[in-house]
């Protein structure tokens, strides 16, 4: 069946894929870099423990208290794993999946008090693309625009405590329009495809795998009549293994034969 | 040209009668009542399937699609589908299916609905302030929403206003003389304890006088504590309960976990067409009775 396949249909959930790789691409370049590859499920578990919270304390009426314990919550768990960054270097991995542990079934027992916020915790970790419309787009865009500005002024100091700040935003936002499995896809998979370039390579390529990977898993939603989320999933993983050992095969250039993930950025 | 032509004469016998209402139902069960009440007069798409629980489905892009094209909407109401209904509603940008639009139509607007909460307090689960929207499951309920919905149906195609009438008095007609069987062959069931895994069948269990001692979840929506878990088996054993109702779409976990420790027979019911291999509503009533009295035994 392909009566989905029309542009006001897929036409909202393609640019919101688009805006979400504008910021996950480079920030998922660092993520691997770092080895820290479940922060994304973490930061997005401790936002909507915050959500949680805020139901908790009948916040529930304003959407703008919601985001603000949602970006408050995210924020403040960057704070925490900056801290632990450099306290505890070889054991951040360990930490970042303590916390979204931790986080998780904090939510469940906060939710055994106030079950209604069980239903936003839900919207909030599965966002759904295809519901997504034009102003949420451009809002979300607005707000990776003042990101990826954020992140050139600080590129140059190096800053540690900006790099988990500016990606708790990031993923806050992001994950409230898709979901979380394509926040870590968009994230993790073209940088995984893309590790062995050089920053001005990996980056435009992961972004045109990505988009075409989005690209690729709307239509084919459309023509099977799948649900789009899992579908964008399975399509970018599809693109970016070929594309990921292709680049392997080829010999390092000098320039590119610096150890792996190693950018002017660099912890 | 010519074969363009023959083409799409050949196409002609596949598409349903010229002019047709196009029908989204949200549930299988309104599909099914719509099939009954206006045959092949209505193209009917169902967003649901019986296997899926209906409070939250998957974004696909047929629904938009669907959605956008549809004259007339079917659905629950009763904030059963506010976890994704606004949303489609809103991305199809549909004026003939909006809410108040005369394509619009709830069938929670037309029975009178059970649990309504006294007071609407979160503390208490998750509770749908309008009251609880499995409301299809008594049969008397699905007779007053067909009247309904198939005046409605007369008032979006006028033409066919007397189709509609005669298929409803044969649907209604036919839908008593089921009733007085389903209730005549499910007399055993009358003043039975049931525990339930998720509170789905007041109607059900009002319409046959099945009295509910205990749900296996505390609150609706809150999984099951060990405390909780420990008084359902203790009330069970006391009743002498002999079965412990779940959806096909519902985890069978607790039902089965509850079965293993005492008399209890954990028993699947369909709970809309579809379920348990039911092609219509008439199916649904007889499969439900069918399980509930061979758990009795």
Request: proline share 6%; charged share 20%; net charge positive.
């Amino acid at each position: 069946m392909s009566a989905g396949l029309e542009w006001s249909i897929i036409g909202p959930a393609f640019l919101a894929g688009l805006v979400v790789l504008a910021t996950h691409v480079p920030l998922g370049r660092e993520v691997l870099a770092r080895g820290i590859v479940f922060i994304d499920l973490a930061i997005a578990q401790i936002a909507a423990l915050g959500v949680i919270a805020a139901y908790g304390l009948g916040l529930e009426d304003s959407p703008w208290a919601i985001q603000a314990a949602a970006a408050g919550a995210a924020l403040l768990g960057a704070l925490l794993m900056t801290w632990t960054e450099r306290r505890w270097p070889q054991l951040q991995e360990a930490l970042i999946g303590t916390a979204f542990v931790l986080a998780a079934s904090g939510g469940l027992l906060l939710l055994a008090g106030s079950p209604h916020g069980g239903e936003h915790l839900k919207d909030l970790l599965a966002g759904q693309i295809l519901w997504v419309s034009y102003a949420e787009v451009g809002a979300v865009a607005l707000v990776s625009a003042l990101l990826l500005a954020a992140r050139a002024y600080l590129a140059r100091r190096a800053s540690r405590a900006g790099f988990y700040l500016i990606f708790a935003v990031a993923v806050t936002a992001s994950v409230q329009l898709v979901g979380v499995y394509l926040v870590f896809a968009s994230l993790i998979v073209p940088a995984l495809a893309c590790r062995g370039l050089d920053t001005a390579r990996a980056l435009p390529l992961g972004f045109a795998l990505g988009a075409l990977g989005y690209g690729l898993g709307l239509l084919v939603s459309a023509w099977r009549d799948l649900p789009s989320g899992p579908v964008i999933v399975w399509t970018l993983a599809a693109l970016a293994l070929p594309c990921g050992l292709a680049l392997r095969r080829r010999p390092l250039s000098p320039r590119r034969a610096r150890p792996q993930g190693v950018d002017a950025r660099g912890p | 040209m010519k074969r363009i032509v023959l083409a799409l004469a050949l196409l002609l016998p596949a598409l349903p009668v010229h002019g047709a209402l196009r029908v989204f139902a949200c549930e299988p069960e309104w599909a099914a009542l719509i099939r009954e009440l206006a045959g092949d007069r209505a193209e009917v798409f169902s967003a649901t399937t019986a296997q899926q629980d209906p409070h939250r489905i998957e974004a696909r892009p047929s629904l938009i699609a669907q959605l956008r094209r549809a004259d007339l909407l079917v659905c629950t109401g009763a904030e059963l589908e506010a976890g994704w209904l606004p949303m489609l509603l809103r991305r199809a940008n549909n004026a003939k299916v909006q809410i108040g639009a005369a394509g619009h139509f709830e069938a929670a607007a037309h029975v009178e609905l059970l649990e309504k909460p006294a007071r609407a307090d979160r503390a208490d689960g998750d509770v749908h302030a309008a009251g609880n929207p499995h409301l299809h499951l008594d049969p008397r309920n699905i007779a007053r929403v067909a009247r309904a919905l198939s005046a409605r149906l007369a008032e979006l195609d006028a033409a066919n206003a007397a189709t509609y009438q005669a298929r409803h008095d044969d649907f209604q007609q036919r839908w008593r003389q089921a009733i007085e069987r389903w209730e005549a062959s499910a007399a055993p069931l009358r003043g039975v304890p049931v525990v339930v895994a998720h509170r789905s069948w007041p109607y059900l269990l009002r319409w046959l006088g099945l009295e509910e001692v205990a749900a296996l979840e505390p609150k609706p929506g809150v999984p099951p504590n060990s405390g909780h878990l420990a008084e359902v088996l203790a009330l069970a054993q006391a009743r002498r309960v002999p079965m412990a109702l779940y959806a096909a779409y519902q985890d069978p976990r607790p039902a089965r976990w509850l079965a293993e420790r005492s008399e209890v027979t954990a028993v699947e019911l369909p709970f809309t067409v579809g379920g348990g291999g039911s092609a219509d509503l008439f199916e649904l009533f007889e499969l439900t009775v069918t399980r509930l009295l061979e758990a009795r035994r």
